[in-house]
């Protein structure tokens, strides 16, 4: 839940920036606005992940994510790609969720450009953030 | 050419600790106390196929681990002198090399310990200990100049252990790799294996959950992650007097009871697998995941070659351990065996796939 | 010499499968006593068994429970009782409190039960009480007073709010990272009882309190957590010898505060991961814990076990039986004066699978 609060500060901060800043910036693309604006539509993704991954799934066996790894936690999504014994080669996140999603779970697989797959790694990920890049940890 | 190759396996081992690996396998690991010499694997070659080494002098090595049939026997459980059966199927040496123990409840450590058992087990060898295989070895020119070459010993210095290192040498060399498999996952040949071939990978490797066990790597597959499971096989002789039994094991045991003969005699003790050895009590009924590399040719199957055919092994494992459906579950299962509600065309590819498994050269250990 | 005492009293036991099962180099302790006062029992908990509907049950929770009790069943010496931690049910529901009492009826002999939040927070524990007594109690056995408390109780006006049902106010509460949760709490009542019931006992009585949730604080966010920790703990400080067991927490958890000693059990179900790998909270962690090894996920049962519980001169030896890992005990260590792991606490001795992060 926290980073609803990192998007709220984000917000104030941005608006504090726009008032300061009355003329438009010309050499940038993009605008504070859109910032603000870009980091809204990603944390709308984050929040349909979270709820995903708190039971949304609506897993055969009623089984969910959270039940494991409360707050996304020990899923070491800075750790892929990594090899997965389990799997048998060097995976990605989205692999692993899916071996989740067929084993405890006991549900269907999503494909890799599901939505709710986008989701699943974004609110997992985004609990995760501030974590160093380490592919291949175990 | 089959020449040719064998030349090429024994000077590799002697080259160094490492033997060149054959595609899907990684290098044979050779103790470094016991270094590869061509002289050495002719040496324990001869010693592996000597029926003197048993009571009845007609068992050898090569009577349960026959060379025409994959290194095994193709019996549910192995038959010794006399005719006399164990309690376990006897499991192909091939790749043997790469185990990190031996034997179905790994109560041995290395092929050099294990090496050293059957002759002296009552319902293999019959030996009452090693002395007469000793002394036939002592006796024979022939031997005598090959150990005194190989070891630099003279005859009666000539101990079980310089006996039991030329063996596991000489199977550090029955080592198989380059399947159809090996050539589709590791070389690129996508035409290695049939379609329904690589539909059964893709079932090995996901709903089958077969490579949580039988590992499959991004370089190598060894099909086995060491380790021990209850998957459910043989749990039916001891159902309810799993406490008694285990007591029963361990007060003979306490008492002096060598292990390896109490697993092999006793049909019920035998069924505590790795617990016999390790008195581990989350062990009970846990068998050693043997590789399945050359399976289709390793029938039967599991630790009491209960199971005839893979058809049987896949029913097996799509039933959640059992053989029928309405069997009852082992409270003591693993947790990876579940129901898996595979389809028969998904159990077809399975075994298809399985088949792929099978290394093309194997005939090179029966043409000597 | 240690050795050869424990070695001894395993012997005079007639324990078999102790013997072997469990790790004969624990640091063996002088006996104040006799052996005569040692005793075992088994601690199973958080079963979390859950219908799917009807009499469709999730398999994997049901076989780790089913696994505990046939494992338990084979110790030897019999072990004097056993006890249970907690967090039968996933929802709280009769089929799923009875389904698994079902299969802890295949214990032998008495099973004592502590009340979890999974258990509690359908019905506020109505049906749990109804199949198996009060939530709170004591007894004494063998010279060791033991209670039970329910620690998982929480704000009574969070309790008693008008709830669209019970399942509405269990769901919340079986969200473990919820961010609305409730902190658990022992609260006035049982802490006014726990006064009573110990002025009867002697300071130098042993004391083993059994708990659902932690009677320390680790860490809110997840309610591995009691509110009224202090108040509990200053209750038990006047004893010689206090041990607090706890469930809830899925995981390995050792620490030791003035002069009670913590340790936790682990989940036939799953394991939970440490509070310190959440990165963006902080919390704390028992000081002297051995983190258990980190699961790997593809077999079902690993980084989930039970144990067997070693008591003696008052002290508790925590016995962890981990299939598909290696066991471990944490035994108390008189020279120290805290529970150590028996091989693995010093940090050369530690192993990767310890490393979470």
Not at chain 2, 111 to 132: A, F, Y
Not at chain 2, 292 to 320: C, I, Q, W
Not at chain 3, 106 to 122: A, C, I, Q, S, T
Request: proline residues 5%.
């Amino acid at each position: 839940m926290t980073y609803r609060k990192t998007y709220r500060t984000l917000l104030a901060a941005a608006s504090m920036l726009m008032v300061v800043q009355t003329a438009p910036v010309q050499a940038d693309e993009f605008s504070d606005e859109d910032l603000a604006r870009w980091q809204q539509e990603y944390l709308s993704v984050v929040g349909q992940g979270d709820k995903l991954f708190h039971g949304g799934l609506s897993s055969k066996n009623t089984v969910s994510c959270d039940q494991c790894h409360p707050n996304a936690a020990n899923t070491h999504p800075e750790t892929y790609p990594k090899f997965q014994r389990q799997l048998g080669r060097v995976v990605a996140l989205w692999e692993m969720i899916n071996w989740c999603i067929q084993n405890p779970l006991e549900s269907e697989l999503l494909a890799a450009d599901d939505p709710r797959m986008i989701a699943l790694q974004a609110y997992i990920v985004e609990e995760r953030r501030g974590a160093v890049l380490e592919p291949g940890k175990h | 050419m089959m020449i040719k190759l064998a030349i090429a396996l024994l000077f590799t081992g002697v080259a160094g600790s490492l033997s060149a690996a054959p595609l899907g396998l990684p290098p044979v690991p050779i103790p470094e106390n016991n270094p590869q010499t061509a002289a050495k694997i002719a040496l324990g070659d001869k010693l592996f196929h000597d029926a003197r080494f048993s009571a009845d002098g007609k068992v050898s090595c090569s009577t349960c681990h026959s060379q025409a049939k994959a290194f095994t026997d193709n019996l549910p459980v192995s038959k010794g002198f006399n005719g006399l059966t164990g309690t376990r199927n006897a499991p192909t040496v091939i790749n043997a090399a790469y185990m990190k123990t031996l034997f179905w409840d790994g109560r041995e450590p290395d092929l050099e310990g294990q090496s050293k058992q059957p002759p002296i087990n009552p319902v293999e060898g019959g030996l009452p200990d090693h002395k007469p295989l000793l002394a036939v070895i002592r006796k024979d020119r022939d031997y005598v100049r090959a150990f005194r070459g190989v070891f630099g010993v003279a005859a009666d210095a000539i101990s079980m252990d310089h006996v039991a290192m030329a063996i596991a040498s000489f199977e550090r060399t029955i080592v198989a790799g380059d399947s159809p498999f090996d050539r589709y996952y590791y070389a690129g040949d996508k035409k290695a294996m049939t379609a329904a071939q690589i539909r059964g990978l893709a079932i090995f490797t996901g709903k089958g959950r077969c490579v949580s066990c039988h590992t499959i790597e991004q370089t190598q597959a060894l099909f086995t992650d060491n380790r021990f499971h209850n998957i459910g096989i043989g749990f039916k002789k001891i159902h309810g007097r799993e406490a008694q039994t285990a007591e029963q094991f361990l007060r003979a045991k306490r008492k002096g009871a060598d292990v390896d003969v109490t697993v092999l005699t006793k049909q019920t003790m035998s069924e505590l697998g790795r617990f016999a050895v390790t008195e581990n009590i989350t062990q009970v009924g846990a068998f050693k995941t043997p590789t399945l590399r050359n399976v289709d040719k390793t029938e039967p199957y599991m630790h009491d070659g209960s199971l005839a055919t893979l058809e049987e092994v896949v029913d097996f494992y799509n039933n959640g351990g059992r053989v029928k459906e309405t069997d009852p579950v082992s409270g003591f299962l693993s947790g990876g065996i579940r129901p898996l509600g595979l389809s028969k065309g998904e159990k077809k590819d399975l075994v298809k796939y399985m088949e792929a498994l099978t290394s093309p050269d194997l005939e090179r250990f029966t043409k000597r | 010499m240690h050795d050869n005492s424990r070695r001894k009293f395993l012997k005079q036991g007639g324990a078999l499968l102790a013997a072997g099962t469990l790790s004969i180099s624990v640091v063996e302790l002088a006996f104040g006593k006799g052996s005569e006062d040692r005793f075992t029992f088994a601690y199973i908990s958080d079963s979390h068994i859950t219908q799917i509907k009807g009499n469709r049950f999730v398999r994997n929770w049901d076989r780790g429970l089913i696994r505990a009790v046939a494992e338990a069943n084979l110790l030897d010496p019999r072990p004097d009782f056993v006890f249970y931690g907690g967090d039968i049910a996933q929802l709280g529901k009769p089929e799923e409190i009875d389904h698994g009492l079902e299969m802890l009826a295949g214990l032998r002999g008495k099973v004592h039960y502590v009340m979890g939040e999974h258990d509690y927070y359908l019905d506020l524990g109505d049906y749990w009480r109804k199949q198996l007594g009060p939530d709170h109690y004591s007894f004494d056995h063998k010279g060791v007073h033991f209670v039970v408390l329910n620690s998982i109780l929480t704000h009574e006006n969070w309790m008693h709010r008008k709830w669209d049902s019970g399942m509405d106010r269990m769901k919340q509460m079986a969200r473990l990272d919820n961010p609305n949760g409730q902190p658990f709490m022992v609260g006035d009542t049982q802490r006014d009882w726990l006064k009573k019931d110990l002025e009867k006992v002697s300071k130098n009585t042993p004391i083993v309190v059994f708990s659902h949730s932690p009677l320390q604080k680790i860490y809110k966010g997840w309610n591995f957590w009691t509110d009224d920790a202090e108040q509990v703990q200053a209750l038990l400080k006047p004893f010689d010898k206090v041990t607090v067991l706890y469930g809830h927490v899925h995981q390995i958890q050792t620490n030791q505060i003035g002069n009670i000693s913590f340790q936790s059990a682990m989940a036939t179900a799953w394991p939970w991961p440490y509070p310190a790998t959440y990165k963006q909270q902080a919390s704390y962690m028992p000081k002297l814990t051995v983190d258990m090894n980190r699961a790997d996920p593809f077999f079902e049962r690993d980084a989930t076990g039970w144990q067997f519980i070693d008591v003696h001169s008052g002290r508790v030896d925590v016995n962890y039986l981990l299939p598909d890992n290696t066991n471990r005990t944490v035994a108390f260590d008189e020279k120290a004066g805290h529970p150590v792991d028996t091989k693995y606490q010093a940090e050369v001795n530690r192993i990767p699978p310890q490393k979470h992060y």
